[in-house]
């Protein structure tokens, strides 16, 4: 039973556990039921120690404090998504246990456990059990109990494992989606691989056979997330190097939080390394320079990607940025700049759709700007601001029909000085159209306000698309090609028969019990199936008017509008 362990000892372990993650990184990728936007766990996980066990290998160090150091700084900078964060988290706190150590025994191993833990549940804002965090706190727990009994390293890294072990496999009842998809949690299994391989180390035993990977550029695997579902578009990660080593992140933490989510912070003495989902990326990385000097920085537009990937064409990511700098070099991709319209009148009005036919209808409804945009593909906050500063008016309405939208519309408020922006919150775009037919051009802006706001909560929507990949949506297993009806955004049917799910969304509660049904339909409906369609819910709903009109939307067959 191995009692302490010096450096050679550490570094060896660290190199062990890369190359155990990375022959087991597709089971713990198998594992990965959540549609995060941030990769596959493994991968990441297996991405993120290989950069410590690539400074492992490059040199010798004198003590353990040194090599848990040089570990935990490679780790941060290597972090991939938030599990390769969280792992750099529970190092970092481990190397702060051992940093004046030159050998370690099973109360340090206990000791340096419990301060990665806590490193790694500060850092992450809304902890949930049933993760890599829970795991993680009963090994530590559980190691701390046998270092009381023995001391010995190698005794107490077992205990750990065993303990974590037996969490893990906890996971599934702690956690709903992990029941429903009757799997552990990817980011627990992925930690105890990584002990476990440290274990294998100490206790003599070959090294995983596969290709050890060097770090690569960060990606995201954004197969798993349909756009839809994405709040925050920018994915952004970056590395600010510290003004002093004990600046206080507590703030910026704070201000992050409250512009994005999935935030992980991860820092050493030197520097601090961020993820964050977020719709203005710009701010984070202004604020992060009250803190430091900004390093280096990624941000990839997580919609258009997923969008990208769902119609099998080339993801785009910064690794495409040597090419469009070279476009650009040559004037392909010239930016312009918007100048601000003179105001002409007290009102303007800025829509957000896709489709020619509702395009045409906003236009009629005197819609002033019309932003091509929606469901995959989202506009941003400039191009919305740009649309703003066209719109001839004192105050402009902005009609962002669409959930993902709001946010980014929300910051044109505070982002144009010269005009007053009012965002209504339209999560449709029936609901925007209704909002346009309540307009009053002479009442006061509050009650124009209201007005519009009133008469876009009156209308329910229904969506009828399709699935571009296997999937589980609130409870229901999706097969890629089944017809989807969306009800309020909520997930209402699916079926193979897109006739026969039409008849069933005519029959609903919220089709029939309203008295005009307007049906757009898009791109891919010819004018014979969509009177088809019409006819259907002229038979279901008798006492409705029914009015059919050319919508020309991409994704969606059908949108109904239900008042």
Known sequence: MRQTIDAAAFQQMVIHAAAAIAAEKQQVNDLNVFPVPDGDTGTNMSLTIAAAAAEMKKKNFATVGQAAQATASALLRGARGNSGVILSLLFRGFAKAVKDRETMD?????????????????????????????????????????????????????????????????????????????????????????????????????????????????????????????????????????????????????????????????????????????????????????????????????????????????????????????????????????????????????????????????????????????????????????????????????????????????????????????????KTVPQGISAMLAVDPEAQQEELTQLMTEAAGKVRTAEVTYAARDSEFDGAAIQEGDYLALLENQLFGTDRDLDALLERLAQSEAIQSAEFLSIFYGEDVTEEEAQKAADTFTAACPNAEVNLLPGGQPVYYYMISAE
């Open 106 to 426: 099973g109360r340090d191993l206990a000791i340096a456990l419990d301060f990665g833990v806590a490193a790694a549940y500060k850092a992450v804002m809304k902890p949930a059990e049933g993760t890599i965090l829970t795991v993680s706190r009963m090994a530590a727990a559980r190691a701390a109990g046998t270092a009381r009994e023995d001391a010995a390293f190698e005794g107490v890294l077992e205990a750990a494992i065993q303990e974590g072990q037996a969490a893990l496999e906890n996971t599934v009842e702690q956690n709903p989606v992990l029941k429903k998809a009757g799997v552990v949690d990817a980011g627990g299994k992925g930690f105890l691989i990584i002990l476990q391989g440290m274990l294998d180390e100490l206790q003599g035993k070959a090294l995983p056979q596969g290709d050890e990977e060097e770090p690569t550029e960060e990606k995201a695997d954004f197969g798993k997330l349909s756009p839809q579902e994405i709040t925050y578009a920018f994915d952004t990660v970056f590395i600010v190097r510290k003004s002093a080593p004990n600046v206080d992140l507590g703030p910026f933490r704070r201000y992050l939080s409250g512009i994005g989510d999935s935030l992980v912070i991860g820092e050493d003495d030197g520097a601090f390394k961020v993820h964050v989902h977020t719709n203005i990326p710009g701010a984070a990385l202004t604020e992060a320079q009250k803190y430091g000097e900004l390093e280096l920085a990624k941000i990839e537009n997580m919609r258009t990607q997923a969008q990208d990937l769902a119609a099998g064409r080339h993801v785009p990511s910064t690794d495409d940025l040597e090419a469009v700098e070279k476009e650009l070099e040559q004037g392909s991709a010239a930016p312009t700049q918007t100048e601000d319209a003179a105001p002409e009148k007290e009102y303007g009005f800025v829509a957000v759709c896709a489709g020619a036919g509702l395009e045409s209808v906003f236009r009629d409804l005197g819609v002033d700007g019309v932003i091509s945009g929606g469901q995959t593909m989202n506009p941003s906050t400039e191009d919305i601001l740009n649309e703003i500063h066209r719109t001839p008016a004192h105050t402009v309405y902005v009609l962002p029909n669409n959930k993902n939208i709001i946010l980014a519309a929300q910051q044109c408020v505070g982002l144009c000085k010269d005009k007053t922006v009012v965002v209504l919150p339209t």
